[in-house]
């Protein structure tokens, strides 16, 4: 586990799953416990998180007993009672590595799963500042009960990113663009699973504010907003 900010970042690692892959699963977590990083929450479907206060966590469970999938988990409340979200093409029991990848830019926490050639993508709306602080711990946890797993977190990679907010200034803006190394377009998240995760720092500039087309052109595929 490592102290980090929690207002923006990116986190990458890779999951599998071996031995018999019965039960239960893990989550990958951002806590600031006042037992810091020897928080530990409760075992089987409780998956290592439920208990520990001032965190937010996103859970993987294998166990068949209840969905197969993720789910966002806050607060230290049980993963066991958890929403889960199957992860479609991608099987988080078949033992295949998983590669994961989270990024959070203030608002939304998104996240991929790539398994060779199947991907799935979701995302969720959450105010982690607000719900672990402005730093904490982040790490993983896990859980077996009555089954067994060994689940293996390898090539675990978390990278802050400071967020710029440059209000309505479109001269501040333009400066923006101009100096990012990389600039990714973000918009509502419905298109997530196409293209492959950013591979070099930008900025993430914001789509969701634009609410007129000025121009658009069509002989040069160009298209002004507001």
């Known amino acids: 586990a490592q102290r980090v900010s929690t ?4 986190a ?4 599998t799953p071996s031995g018999t892959r019965n039960a239960d699963g893990f989550t990958f977590t951002l806590q600031n416990s006042p037992a810091g990083v020897t928080a530990l929450g409760s075992f089987a479907g409780h998956n290592g998180y439920a ?3 001032n965190s937010v966590a996103v859970s993987f469970n294998i166990w068949t007993g209840r969905p197969v999938g993720v789910a966002l988990v806050t607060g230290g409340t049980s993963p066991a009672t958890a929403a889960y ?6 099987d988080l029991r078949s033992g295949v590595p998983i590669d994961v990848s989270l990024d959070y830019d203030g608002q939304t926490l998104r996240l991929t799963l790539r398994q060779g050639t199947a991907t799935f993508t979701t995302s969720y709306e959450v105010n982690l500042p607000a719900l672990v602080g402005p730093m904490g711990w982040v790490g993983f946890t896990g859980g077996t009960g009555g089954g067994g797993v060994i689940q293996t977190i390898s090539n675990f990679r978390f990278a ?3 967020l710029t907010r440059f209000g309505s200034s479109v001269a501040a803006l333009g400066d923006l663009v101009r100096t990012a190394e990389a600039v990714y377009p ?15 720092p930008g900025i993430a500039l914001d789509l969701r504010g634009l ?16």
């Open 7 to 10: 207002s923006s970042f990116a």
């Open 12 to 15: 990458s690692f890779t999951y």
């Open 51 to 53: 208990g520990i206060p």
């Open 85 to 90: 979200r199957s992860t479609g093409s991608v």
């Open 160 to 162: 802050e990113r400071p």
């Open 186 to 200: 973000v918009g509502g998240g419905t298109r997530l699973g196409i293209g492959w995760s950013p591979t070099r």
């Open 211 to 226: 609410e007129a087309v000025i121009d658009y052109p069509a002989r040069d595929m160009t298209i002004t907003v507001q």
